[in-house]
């Protein structure tokens, strides 16, 4: 009687408790969204019923649209780039005895550890004394910087004992190294590789600092929005806060869904 | 018959400072099913990985059809393994999987699909060729990566630990066809596994390893019944050990003085020579209707109850440290605490030097 | 040495060599550059260390160091107390199938823009937003309560964020814990809170350590959420670098702060290194 009725309580209280964070998580979130479907010039209440006006304004403002277009293509080589990279020398470090390999491998896990601001700052430092002018080329160097150590480590980790068998067993059926890359390790590792790919796009996408310190006059979608905010509150913001938010979830459902697949085999 | 197909001469290898195989030499004949048997940590996986090219030995050779493949990577050695996870293409059907070895030689896919599918045959899964290995049952992979291995017609097929996933049930039956698809491809198999029953209904020839070397090899009955070591008389089935030493030695004849007393043995061993007298449990002999030679008496400390028989545990009165195992008939009628007269048959002693 | 090793050797190097190189070329020398311009002086003079001591000397400087270690404490605490519980709730009252949704649901504004996550809170906080016209409309309050450009502002940006990113860990740490030993806790007589407070909590913690550090290095470094909810009315530590370039040009002294962050986090790690192992082992 008595355990069945605190049960009950925990439930009850959990239920409450749930229900306040998730309003606290979403509140954001929905204000924003709901404030860039009004057709008035400032995004705060009362609401005044839906209109698509400020989603017009920003497709029709191309500094925004433009800025789009970087932020995706940089996000997108960038990110193949990093998982290239981190591919290849995860499969360098879980097949082959290196000498140092446990510090080599901390090495290129370390920029992981540090904020991005110093990386951004260490990368403006060095590019400003080497004469390499701003550019979305050198927030992209930067975004690979971020975006490597997190494919390796990703695709390290899903590297077991159970692959090197498989490799070893093309080896032995008479396939030359490259063939093992291409028909069985890189098929295999697949849902780890898009995994790791998906979640630098989204990384890469949304970053600021790196992009806000080494471009200058092209330049991506965060820091174009950083610019907007000077302006105040402003729905147009709203708008463009929402369409980002919408890719953000469509990167991560992808990711979601490469997990998934990985799990039945 | 002129060379033998596989020539392992004075192989040792180490890992670091470890040293896993000590000077080990083995002549495979063609045709022949061999087994390494040995328990984890002797160097039989060791050595099948030396012969499969995934390790180079830090010395000596190794000679396959009379070439020295030593250092012959995988891919270019006339050997096949089959893993003991089995290591299937995840994401390739069965079919793509037993083509695999032709479709690196080149082989169109026409004719790789039909040598996959007789090879698939051959081992009984015909139906299986557009699957996926997720969907095939433990011996059923096993079966693909026997055929995978098989199809490309290798000189020598290896196998590490191929039953080891299985269940008991299902590994006997798969021992069985195992020894049949090997009589009808006639390829000669070397086969490393820990099982001695295992070990006993599939070698024709039986190599019984230990801490990097060979203990004994040979036909499996021979291995049994006369094993060269006390190693390989305890590791393949099991034997009561009596110590001793030879006290004088005559026309044949020598005298041991043992736990159990002073015993008088056919052998040639010099005086001084510390021996073991091993013999097995079926051939020991409890109660009074005994065999010519007396073993002392002994307390049964426990009865085990094994279907067929009954395996009999007793603490020997002459010396505590001294443990029978025998084997009696299930309707004996032998309790816990029992005290029994143990006896055997001269020429069930097996004498070994230690 | 036979072939076998010899073309093993030169393939493990080519796969490894271009990760390597980057992070060599474009991390390690970058901090290097960073760590010798810290050392020079801001027009263009030779070694010095002044950089250094204007951080020690001036105390606006050390104001916003302060601030910085301060917010992330706060930030770090109340988002461990709060997520804890939410990812407890939807580990083990969840139902399992919709687990995967709900914990979905609970951080997915967790992948939406830095910047925009920012902006939306300033929407909500702001002079006439969403809470203020809350507070006025219902009468508690006659006048609106300033709560954007406040140090409030940038914690509770920075709470929402953390309290997703713990959420996300202490759940997995959560559903790695194998049920029996909750069933063997209550097999020898521990009520729920007893087996709570005496085997998950303490099996978890490792997990917390671990959310709590990375909680502590993101949010210590973060410039995003400082300058958009707290503004200008009192520093953090990343503000006042990003002044350094931005208002001045200072790229030398920039860097000697940058460093000195640096040193802290790694301190930081240094003291909680001991129960972030734990994790590992």
Known sequence: MRSSTVAKAIRILSGLYAIAIYGFIFLPVVVLVLFSLQATSFPIPPFTGPSLRWYDAVLADTRLTSALVNSLLVAAISSAVAVTLGFLSAWGFARFVLPGSGLLRGLITLPLTVSYLIIGMGLLVLFNWAGVPKSLLAAGIGHVVINLPLCFAIIYSQMGDHQINIERAARDLGAPEWKVLLLITVPVMAPAIFAGFFLSMTFSWDEFVISFLLTRFDTTLPVEIWNLLRSGLNPKTNAVGSLVFAVSIVLVVMFELMLLRRKPA | ?354 | MNSATNSGRALPWALVTPALGWTLLFFVLPFLAMALSSLTAHDGGGFTLSNYSQFFNNPAYWQAMVNSLQVTAIVTLISVLLAYPFAWILAEQVPARWQRLALMLAVLPFWTSYVVRSYSWLLVLAQNGVINRALTGSGLFAEPVQLANTRLATIIGFVHFFVMLLTLTIFANLKQLSPSYRKAAADLGAGPVRTFLHVVLPLTMPGIMVGAFLTFVLCIGDYITPQILGGNNELLMPQLVMMQIGRRGDFPLASALSIILMAVVTIAYLACARWLKIERA
């Open chain 2, 1 to 354: 018959m002129t060379a033998p197909l596989v020539d392992i001469c004075s192989v040792s290898h180490r890992f670091g400072q470890q040293t896993v195989l000590k000077n080990v030499s083995l002549q495979i004949e063609p045709g022949s099913y061999t087994i390494l048997l040995g328990p984890s940590g002797s160097g039989k996986t060791t050595l099948l990985s030396i012969l499969g090219g995934f390790v180079t030995p830090s010395e000596g050779k190794v000679l396959i059809r009379g070439e020295d493949c030593t250092a012959v990577p995988p891919a270019k050695r006339p050997t096949t393994t089959v893993f003991q996870d089995y290591a299937l293409f995840p994401h390739m059907s069965v079919g793509g999987n037993v083509g695999f070895g032709l479709r690196m030689q080149g082989i169109d896919a026409a004719t790789r699909n039909a040598r996959a599918r007789e090879a698939l045959a051959l081992v009984g899964l015909s139906t299986a060729f557009d699957k996926k290995p997720h969907q095939l049952s433990g011996g059923q992979r096993q079966r693909v990566a026997l055929a995978r291995a098989l199809v490309v017609e290798p000189a020598v097929l290896l196998l590490d630990e191929p039953l080891g996933a299985l269940d008991l049930k299902l590994r006997r039956q798969m021992q069985d066809e195992l020894k049949a698809i090997q009589k009808r491809v006639g390829t000669a198999f070397i086969h490393v596994t820990h099982d001695q029953e295992e070990a006993m209904a599939l070698a024709d020839h039986c190599v019984v390893m230990n801490d990097g070397r060979i203990q004994d090899e040979g036909p499996p009955e021979r291995v049994y019944a006369r094993p060269a070591t006390r190693f390989s008389a305890t590791f393949m089935g099991e034997s009561t050990l009596i110590s001793g030493a030879v006290t004088a030695a005559k026309d044949g004849t020598i005298a041991v003085a043992t736990q159990v007393g002073p015993l008088s043995l056919t052998g040639a061993l010099p005086a001084g020579t510390t021996v073991a007298l091993a013999v097995r449990p079926e051939h020991l002999v409890l109660g009074a209707a005994g065999g010519a030679v007396g073993l002392g008496t002994a307390k049964v400390s426990d009865v085990v109850f094994q279907g067929s028989f009954k395996r009999v545990l007793a603490v020997s009165a002459q010396d505590p440290a001294l443990h029978f195992i025998a084997k009696v008939a299930a309707a004996a009628a032998v309790q816990p605490g029992d005290i029994v007269a143990v006896s055997c048959d001269a020429g069930d002693i097996i004498l070994l030097a230690s």
